[in-house]
């Protein structure tokens, strides 16, 4: 019993170690931006999906539909992981500098080039549900307001950037939420190849953490990892996407329920 | 990318095609035992929501929140380290049977219980009326009327686990993706990314398409078919008005 007590002493003295917090925190700041980033571009590249599927039905606009559409469900019915390994071999990215990867936290610009591969991964991923969210608010929008913004003089594209995407947009705020919940739980499938985001660094830590719980002796005696580092850091790493995901299903939940009232 | 162009690449593929079927036959074992596993999870959570006692709804609440908050891979890894480094010898076929089930079984719970809530309290009532007792009224009248509403988003979630199974390769797996992985980066086999990496793709689309093509189209006829009873009545009531 003692026994156990000191592992589970040793355990969360890995957490109380700054170097260990600051580098899992920082990972927590890679999930969160990486979250963001791709949110945002894949509404970009949702919503011309969307728009595409939805009204490019006419004329040799019709290619571009299938195209959409072929986008759309290749990347729906095929897992986030393949994307990982496609990009990670194919998908070309720009040099980035030394200073740059130094910013980052990279000791070297070929983890800054994977991070950025990954990013594009999980931001294709997330375009093609993103479309189909955005479709499903397009599809919401009355048809009146079409015909009344047509009959107001409006041309077919400031119809739809000032006056349909934006009912359209409102209509899914909550959904899209909801997506973020998703991306942040799926930006640990990029801790299959960098490791810069909670995930990653939670598992790399655990690789190390005879270094950190305190077993170590010298390098003929090099400690052991003990089933308590595992239970502390894992469960460290399920609080911390917890509290972020939690709140965020908070937010979504009160909002369906105004809503519906 | 110019690997896909390569007769040679192509030829190595073909020559290691049973690697790639075992590959999704092992995909398709874990997402079917994970998904017999999910059920019985998904509709022990579903039922315990919707039974109206108290601590029942706590533990069904806090089940769903905690699996659907959390990543899976962040799940699959917990299991596999927490098991190793207590000395416990699962094998990781098991581990992925497990933990895809408990994943999904959360969202299999929030299926099951939007729709038993689906069904009027009316028919509870008179079910109770007649003499039916909880399990009764449950097998023999609530459950089958949520069949139809269930089915899409379950056929969804089948279509998600058959995806998830891709997670089994961050603990050493043999699911669909590990195997495409081992094959373009194994010494022997090694290189050719683009035929391995568009077979790999291609035989998870030809499984999960017709999947969520039907679930899209029941989906859609539901929706249908709804407008219509609306329809209907209103043009019912209408009619009474004149």
Redesign the interface.
């Known amino acids: 019993m003692s026994d156990f007590m000191n592992e589970l002493r040793g355990s969360i003295g890995i957490l109380r170690n700054p170097d260990v917090m600051g580098y899992l925190l920082k990972g927590l700041l890679f999930t969160l931006g990486i979250s963001i980033i791709a949110i945002l571009f894949s509404l970009l590249i949702g919503a011309v999906l969307a728009l595409v599927r939805n009204y490019c039905t006419r004329g040799p606009a019709r290619a571009l539909r299938k195209i959409a559409s072929i986008y759309i469900?290749?990347f729906?019915?095929?897992?986030?992981?393949?994307w990982m390994?496609?990009c990670f071999?194919?998908c070309p990215a720009p040099s980035f500098s030394k200073d740059f990867a130094k910013l980052l936290g990279f000791s070297s610009t070929v983890a800054v080039k994977t991070l950025f591969k990954a990013t594009v991964a999980l931001t294709l991923f997330t375009s093609a549900i993103m479309a189909e969210i955005i479709r499903g608010g397009l599809n919401s929008v009355a048809k009146g307001q079409f015909e009344a913004a047509y009959s107001q003089g409006f041309g077919t594209f400031r119809t739809m950037t000032l006056i349909v995407l934006p009912q359209a947009f409102r209509n899914i705020i909550p959904t899209l939420l909801s997506q973020m919940?998703t991306t942040?739980?799926?930006s640990?499938?990029m801790?299959?190849l960098v490791t810069v985001e909670l995930?990653g660094c939670?598992?790399l830590i655990?690789s190390k953490a005879n270094t950190y719980n305190g077993t170590w002796v010298d390098r003929f005696n090099r400690g052991t990892?003990?089933?308590t580092?595992?239970?502390v850091l894992?469960g460290f790493?399920?609080i911390v996407?917890?509290a972020i995901?939690?709140t965020l299903?908070c937010v979504v939940r009160r909002m369906r329920t105004r809503k519906r009232a | 990318?110019d690997t896909i162009f390569s007769a040679k690449a192509w030829a190595t593929v073909w020559q290691y095609r049973a690697t790639f079927l075992n590959g999704l036959l092992n995909t398709l074992e874990s997402a079917v035992v994970g998904l017999v596993i999910a059920m019985i999870i998904g509709f022990a959570i579903g039922l315990m929501a919707t039974s109206g006692k108290r601590w029942m709804q706590v533990v069904a609440r806090v089940y769903v929140?905690?699996f659907?908050?959390?990543?899976?891979?962040?799940q699959v890894?917990?299991l596999y380290?927490?098991l190793a480094?207590?000395g416990v010898r699962i094998t990781v076929v098991v581990i992925g049977f497990v933990s895809l089930g408990l994943y999904h079984g959360a969202y299999v719970g929030e299926v099951v219980r939007a729709g038993i809530q689906s069904i009027p309290a009316g028919q509870f009532d008179a079910a109770r009326s007649q003499g039916f007792g909880y399990a009764e009224t449950m097998r023999a009248i609530i459950l089958p009327q949520t069949v139809k509403i269930i089915l899409p988003p379950m056929v969804n979630q089948v279509?998600a686990l058959i995806?998830?199974?891709?997670?089994l390769?961050?603990i050493g797996g043999a699911d669909l993706?590990a195997t495409?992985?081992n094959f373009?980066t194994g010494e022997s086999t090694g290189g050719a990314?683009?035929p391995a990496?568009l077979v790999?793709?291609l035989l998870?689309?030809l499984v999960?398409?017709p999947l969520?093509m039907m679930a899209g189209r029941w989906e859609r006829r539901l929706k249908e078919r709804d407008r219509q009873v609306v329809t209907a009545i209103e043009e019912q009531e209408g009619g009474d008005a004149a």
């Open positions: 469900e290749l729906r019915n095929t897992p986030l992981m393949l390994f496609v071999v194919m919940i942040i739980k799926d640990s499938y801790s299959s995930m939670t598992k655990i990892i003990n089933v580092d595992v239970f894992f790493a399920f996407y917890f995901n939690f299903s | 990318m929140e905690f659907q908050n959390t990543p899976l891979i962040l890894c917990f380290y927490a480094y207590s279509v995806k998830n199974t891709s997670c390769y961050i993706i495409t992985y373009v990314y683009g990496y790999g793709g998870f689309f999960c398409y969520s």
